[in-house]
């Protein structure tokens, strides 16, 4: 009979496989890489939209972004200074949901419960990113 504090045993054995980890950092880091790659094959769009979140000079903050979405991702990967990684994607994610998604400014509709699910979305990444960086300090201690 299994425990409540005890996991199945396939579900110890997907945790103790060794590319899991790989795997879930991909899966964590995979909207910023694919994020990167659109904005940086269509560069005009991606200044376009920082003209359209307000952000001055949009050539330079899209620049920016595209920076963080690769630079990021690829600290988590190759797990060195991970926890920079984890910590720009971070916050770039956080000032990105206040900007993105001010649900609080909206009227109530769809739009507003669009925007506050997406807001909501984008606090649990950053709860995945502080994770990640607990889980590699762990590992690293051990």
């Not at 579900?11 to 879930?24: E, G, M, S, Y």
């Not at 952000?55 to 200074?81: C, D, H, N, Q």
């Not at 926890?83 to 994610?93: D, K, R």
Request: no cysteine; aromatic share 12%; net charge positive.
């Amino acid at each position: 009979m299994i425990r409540s504090q005890e996991n199945p045993r396939f579900v110890n054995a997907v945790l103790d496989w060794p590319p899991t980890a790989l795997i879930a950092r991909l899966a964590l880091v995979s909207a910023y890489l694919l994020g990167a790659a659109v904005k940086a094959s269509d560069f005009p769009g991606a200044v376009a939209e920082q003209v359209h979140f307000g952000m001055t000079p949009p050539a330079f903050w899209a620049v920016l972004t595209i920076a963080v979405e690769i630079v990021g991702p690829v600290l988590i990967l190759t797990r060195r200074w991970l926890w920079l990684g984890a910590g720009m994607l971070g916050v770039f994610t956080l000032l990105a949901a206040f900007k993105a998604n001010a649900f609080w400014a909206m009227a109530a509709g769809h739009d507003r419960f669009t925007a506050m699910n997406a807001f909501v979305e984008h606090i649990g990444l950053i709860g995945g990113f502080v994770l990640v960086a607990m889980l590699d300090r762990r590992e690293r201690a051990a």
